[in-house]
């Protein structure tokens, strides 16, 4: 995880610096609060304020707003010992970034809720559609209490189909100016299918049923919520003035891939439908530029070149 973040991070910061010269230098550490005077926003599915981390201070460069992945959080918490896209961010401002310049969004609050309810990981509160209200708050506010005039965007996972989705609402394509996509199910997420050897069907595992609500967003790609996403024509998918980069593992062994990864067992490559579909390259964008990468262990990490999704 930590060979996968840091190497994330790296290309993430390479691309959203804009040519800028990137040192690396401490610039202080990224918290888990976000700033006095940040105004309190509900989380439209819990009921309560909002999470995430921000600082004030001076802000020279375009904001960054990082979005995690479906449950997950964007800081370890109590009931969530993960939350890495603090790390990413870490990783931003020690190489030029100004904390006051991160900011990181979590949409679902600290997972504690799914103790009692492990359901709740394929419900409706963990959906695009009902994240997108607290996205779009997130960020207005963001651009408010520091004056700038556009984002730009790191998602990961369920972050990047819902900052996509939030851009296709509000059309705010001219809002963000770069929009680096880490491994987002842009073409539908694997554990989905009614095949009884996938066993995230199982409540104990999350319960994505084909009936469940985010797999009625993300089981296919032929999902009403996908086929409007990314649109019907055939064209780019990323149409706007946003310079969008994708970065997915092309490892067999990743969870998209209907093969062992690492401790997980594999799960038929069956969409909700039960029509057998290929979700190993879901992440790719038509018309954006695209980083594979591969051998993202400790002891050999690497990655392809950049490369034109098809």
């Known amino acids: 995880m930590k060979t996968w973040i ?6 993430a910061t390479l691309a959203i ?11 202080g550490t990224v918290g888990n609060t976000l700033p006095p005077g940040f105004p309190a926003i509900e989380d439209t599915s819990l009921g309560k304020p909002l999470i995430g981390f921000g600082a004030a201070g001076p802000v020279t460069r375009t904001p960054v707003i990082l979005i995690h992945g479906n449950n997950d959080t964007p800081f370890a918490t109590a009931c969530n010992p993960y939350g ?3 790390a990413l961010a870490q990783y931003l ?6 904390t006051s310049e991160l900011w990181g969004i979590g949409y679902q609050g600290d997972q504690c809720d799914l103790a009692t309810d492990p359901t ?12 997108v209200p607290d996205l779009r708050r997130f960020i207005r506010a963001v651009m408010n209490f520091t004056g700038a005039k556009r984002v730009d ?9 819902l900052a996509r989705e939030w851009m296709r609402q509000d059309e705010a394509q001219d809002m963000v100016r770069r929009f680096v996509a880490i ?4 073409h539908g997420i694997i554990n989905c299918s009614p095949d009884p050897a996938n066993y995230w069907q199982a409540p104990a595992a999350g319960g994505f049923t084909p009936q469940s609500e985010v797999c009625q967003e993300l089981g296919s790609p032929d999902t009403p919520f996908l086929q409007l996403l990314n649109g019907q024509s055939g064209g780019r998918e990323n149409d706007g003035p946003t310079k969008v980069l994708v970065i997915r593992n092309g490892d067999a062994s990743f969870v998209y891939f209907p093969v062992q990864d690492g401790s997980i067992a594999p799960v038929p490559a069956v969409d909700s439908f039960g029509k057998p579909t290929d979700f190993s ?3 790719r964008l038509r018309g954006a530029r695209e980083i594979v990468l591969t051998g993202q262990v400790p002891t050999t990490p690497s990655c392809t070149p950049a490369t034109s999704a098809s």
């Not at 840091?6 to 290309?11: C, D, Q, T, V």
């Not at 394929?122 to 994240?131: G, Q």
């Open 6 to 11: 840091r190497h994330a991070a790296a290309l």
């Open 84 to 86: 890495r896209v603090q």
């Open 120 to 131: 709740r990981r394929s419900s409706i509160a963990h959906t695009n559609a009902a994240n």
């Open 17 to 27: 610096a804009a040519g800028a010269a990137v040192t690396a230098q401490a610039a």
């Open 281 to 283: 390259k879901s992440a």
């Open 93 to 98: 401002a020690d190489n030029g970034y100004s």
């Open 153 to 161: 965007i790191v998602g990961h996972s369920l972050g990047v189909t």
């Open 183 to 186: 491994d987002g199910p842009n």
